[in-house]
């Protein structure tokens, strides 16, 4: 047998759960999973990482909502979504009839949004736990960022592990958009996260040289792909280095087996893959078999025996 | 309580799904011919074509696997036969230009069939086929479907100028009857395609367009004026076609008479010509389903 056909234990857990694949969709890149059955066995994969859902329907911005860049796109949807009723009347049934695991991410912009939105999810069939998207604008705090104030990020994540199902593992979705994202992981860790999340897209602007005028209706949008991983896998690095215990889900930037495979090395134990899946909507599906395929190549019997191996 | 602008009424239903999912594969190019403006590439791409009804896409991955630029191109079909899928490619940027430069032989990336088919026409109608620029291309596979059901086909062909007219001599050979114009006079009559539309409607029961934004406005409201149903395929610009992205949204309204911002490529590309919300295209009004929770609220 060639190192190749080494069968690697790809299992892997989210807090508690335990998922069959380390590659997991990331939100708000793959609407609620419909879309990709054609091209991805979602029951096969990590989890879906639905869209943010928030309490009521949003239509989200006006366009243009996305602007090409480097290795990458900036993106200003507004979370876009059918609100809490839409996601619990159709779309998590629909994944659970499939198998899929729902990893449920959720939205607010006060923290007792957060709160309902974990306590109407409590005992959903499929949903495998809540990520926390906490790159929200607090309106009880004058439209600052949950995430870069340490504090208010402590306070969401303790109020949704409060409310929370107890079975369901809650991961705070952490901003590289701070000067110490060390400081906000223990901070919220140490209010009751189970993981963390890592990272969301980072604020960036394009401006329309014809137009002289900014490209997206939101004026600022966040930064996806490739030209964030770097980025991306600093924030988990310094993170496992800080909270070696902590379980992290890496992403930013993944389009490959051997990118998911840094994620790994610098302490992810599962991964997201986001804006690479509008390139190529069978990515998941592949760079779970490319990391497979790494990890035996590098002689690693497990994923788990990869996790954080550049520390080492 | 509806906008004032609002009808209570519409001539067209939402147009239903496709019949087939899309399949992603990496297809070989069998040709590549510069048409005027424009580069016609085919595809040998059996999956796609045995799954393809006039008014769906295809979406390109350009630049080769390890390209910066990550987004797909979205690209009506414009004929289907044997196995080979054709489209036509105009050279906008980047990403358009690499499609345009690829020669047979060449292998590319593409998913499809995407989006939404134009729906059947009512029983014996006569139909008008009106594209603007290159998206007369989208018309195409239409009109020879339209004819081969027995319909009466009249088209129109529109462009700025001689040389980003498209698809001339195909409509030509399936159309009853075809008329050019173009805004500067170099090809057949001068002026707007709704020079020979307001012609031709009359004689019609239902409008497939394809083109600007602008053009389909004018030919959806002509059509609305005349109590005709109209349907037109929107050309957005898409990161994914798929269905997840949510960039390339527009006000439509829908079967419940609710407006939602609704994805071009699940959702359309096809909509009804009168459901679709062409002046608040790029803007948020108080009346679409959710902008009460962007803080949009009724004046």
């Known amino acids: 047998m060639t190192a190749l056909s080494k069968t690697v234990d790809m299992s892997t857990t989210l807090g508690s759960v335990p998922i069959p694949s380390p590659v997991l969709t990331a939100s708000g890149c793959s609407a609620f999973g419909r879309e990709l059955e054609p091209f991805t066995d979602l029951a096969a994969i990590g989890a879906v990482v639905t869209k943010s859902v928030q309490l009521r329907p949003r239509s989200g911005r006006p366009t243009p909502r996305m602007a090409e ?89 303790a109020a949704v592990r409060a409310a929370a199902d107890p079975a369901q593992p809650i991961y705070a979705k952490l901003s590289p958009d701070v000067t110490d994202i060390v400081s906000v992981a223990r901070a919220v860790v140490d209010a009751g996260a189970d993981g963390l999340s890592m990272i969301n897209t980072l604020l960036g602007l394009v401006i329309d040289p014809d137009t002289m005028k900014p490209v997206l209706g939101g004026i600022t949008g966040g930064l996806s792909g490739p030209a964030i991983r770097p980025v991306a896998l600093r924030c988990v690095w310094q993170v496992h280095q800080a909270l070696p215990q902590v379980p992290i889900l890496g992403m930013g930037g993944i389009r490959t087996g051997l990118d998911a495979l840094q994620f790994v090395l610098a302490g992810a134990s599962a991964v997201s893959v986001g804006t690479a899946v509008f390139n ?33 | 309580m509806t906008a004032p602008h609002l009808r209570t009424t519409y001539l067209t239903t939402p147009a239903p799904v496709a019949d087939s999912s899309p399949v992603q594969r990496t297809v070989e190019v069998v040709g590549a011919r510069p048409v005027d ?11 796609i074509a045995e799954r393809a009804q ?25 004929t289907v036969g044997d196995g080979v899928v054709s489209v036509v490619v105009s050279a906008a940027g980047p990403g358009s230009t690499w499609l345009t430069q690829r020669r047979p032989g060449d292998t590319v990336d593409v998913v499809g069939p995407l989006g939404r088919p134009f729906p059947a026409p009512p029983a014996g109608a006569r139909a008008l086929l009106v594209g603007g620029g290159y998206g007369a291309a989208a018309l195409v596979g239409l009109a020879a479907q339209l004819k081969a059901g027995g319909h009466e086909v009249a088209a129109v062909a529109g462009a700025a ?74 050309e957005e610009s898409m990161a994914c076609g798929i269905g997840v992205c949510m960039t390339c949204v527009l006000p439509v309204v829908g079967s419940d008479g609710a407006t939602r911002l609704s994805r071009s490529c699940t959702e359309g590309p096809v909509f009804g010509g009168d459901r679709v919300r062409f002046d608040d295209v790029g803007t948020l009004t108080w009346d679409v389903v959710g902008a009460d929770a962007m803080g949009v609220t009724r004046p």
């Open chain 1, 69 to 157: 860049t480097p290795s990458g796109m900036l993106n200003s949807i507004g979370l876009q979504g059918p609100g809490i009723d839409g996601l619990l009347d159709a779309e998590l049934p629909w994944l659970a009839e499939r198998g899929a695991r729902a990893f449920v991410s959720i939205a607010g912009v006060r923290v007792e949004d957060f709160a309902e939105l974990a306590t109407r999810l409590r005992g959903v069939p499929g949903v495998a736990g809540l990520e926390v998207n906490i790159s929200c604008p607090n309106v009880e705090s004058r439209g600052e960022v949950f995430a870069c104030d340490p504090a208010a990020a402590s306070d969401v994540v």
């Open chain 2, 37 to 47: 403006a424009y580069v016609e590439l085919r595809l040998a791409a059996p999956e």
């Open chain 2, 54 to 78: 006039p008014g769906q896409f295809v979406a390109f991955a350009v630049g080769g696997e390890t390209s910066g630029l990550l987004l797909r191109r979205s690209i009506a079909i414009s």
């Open chain 2, 161 to 234: 100028a001689a040389d980003r007219l498209c698809s001339v001599q195909e409509l030509t050979e399936l159309a009853d009857i075809l008329a050019v114009t173009t805004d500067d006079g170099s090809s057949g009559r001068r002026g707007l395609v709704t020079l020979a539309v307001d012609e031709l409607l009359p004689d019609c029961g239902v409008v497939y367009a394809c083109g600007p934004m602008r053009m389909l406005q004018a030919v959806a409201d002509a059509a609305t004026a005349l109590g005709v149903p109209s349907y037109v395929a929107v």
């Open chain 1, 280 to 312: 190529d909507p069978s990515a998941l599906g592949r760079i779970h078999a490319e990391l497979a395929a790494a990890l035996g190549t590098r002689g690693f019997a497990s994923l788990r025996e990869a996790v954080g191996y550049a520390h080492r």
